[in-house]
């Protein structure tokens, strides 16, 4: 079992920065690969990055890439989001979540475990 807390959400202008992190129970966080995933009202859940279990590879949905890092820190349980030249349509609820395999990262239904997701709000 996995319990996962995300953290660090928040009102931020567009053009700004939040990071966000995402601590995990247990002591198997190693053995996970680690997603964030995004809600916004009135839409799906979408992929927005996945690490494997080293943090030596990572996936970025294109609307993201090059503005947001994931990385992780296997010592302390955690995996982060960097979230920088934020813009309006980034504005959702955000989710972490655990994995057993890294193929199809982003897909939700690999997915074992869910946060209970951080409010990110971007105002233009």
Same mark, same amino acid.
């Given at each position: 079992?996995?319990?996962?807390?995300?953290?660090?959400?928040?009102?931020?202008? /567009?053009?700004?920065?939040?990071?966000?992190?995402? @601590?995990?129970?247990?002591?198997t966080f190693?053995? +996970? @690969? #680690?997603?964030?995933?995004?809600?916004?009202?009135?839409?799906?859940?979408?992929?927005?990055?996945?690490?494997?279990?080293?943090?030596?590879?990572?996936?970025?949905?294109?609307?993201?890439?090059?503005?947001?890092?994931?990385?992780?820190?296997? /010592?302390?349980?955690?995996?982060?989001? *960097? #979230?920088?030249?934020?813009?309006?349509?980034d504005t959702?609820?955000?989710?972490?979540? @655990? @994995?057993?395999? +890294?193929?199809?990262?982003?897909?939700?239904?690999? +997915?074992?475990?869910?946060? *209970?997701?951080? *409010?990110v709000t971007?105002?233009?």
């Amino acid at each position: 079992q996995v319990q996962l807390v995300e953290s660090g959400g928040g009102l931020v202008q /567009a053009g700004g920065f939040l990071r966000l992190s995402c @601590a995990a129970s247990g002591r198997t966080f190693s053995s +996970y @690969a #680690m997603g964030w995933f995004r809600q916004a009202p009135g839409k799906e859940r979408e992929f927005v990055a996945g690490i494997n279990r080293s943090g030596g590879g990572t996936l970025y949905a294109d609307s993201v890439k090059g503005r947001f890092t994931i990385s992780r820190d296997n /010592a302390k349980n955690t995996v982060y989001m *960097q #979230m920088n030249s934020l813009k309006s349509e980034d504005t959702a609820v955000y989710y972490c979540a @655990a @994995a057993a395999t +890294y193929s199809s990262v982003s897909i939700p239904t690999v +997915y074992d475990y869910w946060g *209970q997701g951080t *409010q990110v709000t971007v105002s233009s």
